[in-house]
C-alpha cells in the first residue's frame, strides 16, 4: 500500500537550517506530483511546496518563498525539504503529501493530496 515516512525534523534556531526527507513506497512515484504541508497548534493545515512529478515544476507559499527548496529524487523515491532562514513561525508538524491523480498539477489544497505521512515536528527557537 502507499507510504510516505517523513524524517529531518527537530529544534533549531531562527536563522538556522534542516532538511526534511519523505521517503515514498507503494505506488508509481514518477507519475506523482508531492507536496509538503504543515500544520500548526490550533491551525488548519497549510501548503508549504509541491514539485511535480518529474521535478521540472515547483511551486512555493508565499510565506516560504526564497527560503525553502522542494526537489525529488527519483531512483531514491524520496522527496527533499530544504528549509532555510528559518524563523519561529515556521513552527509546525511537517507533512509529506501524494497528490491523488497521477500527472496532475494544479490547485495547492490539502484536499488534492493524500496518503499523508505521520508526520516530522520542526521547532524553531527564537
Known amino acids: 500500500q502507499v507510504q510516505l515516512v517523513e524524517s529531518g525534523g527537530g529544534l533549531v534556531q531562527a536563522g538556522g537550517s534542516l532538511r526534511l526527507s519523505c521517503a515514498a513506497s507503494?505506488?508509481?512515484?514518477?507519475?506523482?506530483?508531492m507536496g509538503w504541508f504543515r500544520r500548526a497548534p490550533g491551525k488548519e493545515r497549510e501548503f508549504v511546496a509541491a514539485?511535480?512529478?518529474?521535478?521540472?515544476?515547483?511551486r512555493y507559499a508565499d510565506s516560504v518563498r526564497g527560503r525553502f527548496t522542494i526537489s525529488r529524487d527519483g531512483a531514491k523515491r524520496t522527496v527533499y525539504l530544504q528549509m532555510n532562514s528559518l524563523k519561529a513561525e515556521d513552527t509546525a508538524l511537517y507533512y509529506c503529501?501524494?497528490?491523488?491523480?497521477?500527472?496532475?498539477?494544479?490547485?495547492?489544497?490539502?484536499?488534492?493530496?493524500?496518503?499523508w505521512g505521520q508526520g516530522t515536528q520542526v521547532t524553531v527557537s527564537s
Open positions: 507503494g505506488f508509481t512515484f514518477n507519475a506523482y506530483s
Open positions: 514539485a511535480s512529478w518529474t521535478g521540472g515544476r515547483t
Open positions: 503529501g501524494r497528490r491523488n491523480a497521477m500527472w496532475t498539477w494544479g490547485t495547492d489544497s490539502p484536499n488534492d493530496f493524500g496518503s
